[in-house]
């Protein structure tokens, strides 16, 4: 087996991979969001507050000018509102819309027919290894020393 070919692998997955989630997106008659978006509105489903948006930027682990772009494209179909504090009006926090909660159903919905698609009957041990070995590349494409 060549193992010089992962980058490409590793695209090729994402490709089908989005997709999957695009089709499905499509099928459920939702307007407006791409694969790019899901970190984000799984980060915003996960809060009961509206969030600082920087806390979305540190969370995405994405420039704030791409943040920034998925933002303005969720407000602009409805999913989001932004809005300043009261306290620091330099802060501005984002909170899901009521359009916006609504998508968690079918998000997750989709989120676990893409898991099913990927890991087929891959036993849950490989999953692991498979995830720990992937966090390694990461890392060392970052920067970082050794993750073992």
């Known amino acids: 087996m060549d193992t010089r070919g992962i980058v490409g692998q590793i695209a090729r997955i994402r490709a089908l991979a989005n997709s999957f989630i695009e089709q499905e997106l499509e099928a459920r008659g939702i307007a407006g969001i791409v694969p790019a978006h899901g970190s984000i509105l799984a980060f915003l489903f996960a809060q009961t507050e509206p969030v600082p948006i920087k806390a979305v930027v540190q969370h995405a682990g994405r ?3 791409t943040i920034t772009g998925i933002l303005n494209t969720l407000e602009r179909h409805g999913y989001i509102r932004r809005f300043r504090s009261t306290d620091d009006q330099r802060v501005i ?29 891959m036993p849950q041990k490989d999953r692991k290894t498979l995830v720990q070995q992937l966090g390694v590349l990461e890392a060392n494409l970052a920067g970082a020393e050794d993750t073992k």
């Open 93 to 121: 926090f984002v909170a899901l819309t009521d359009k916006g909660r609504a998508l968690q159903k079918d998000f997750e919905a989709v989120s676990e027919g893409l898991q099913d698609r990927i890991y087929g009957t």
């Open 63 to 65: 420039v704030k000018s």
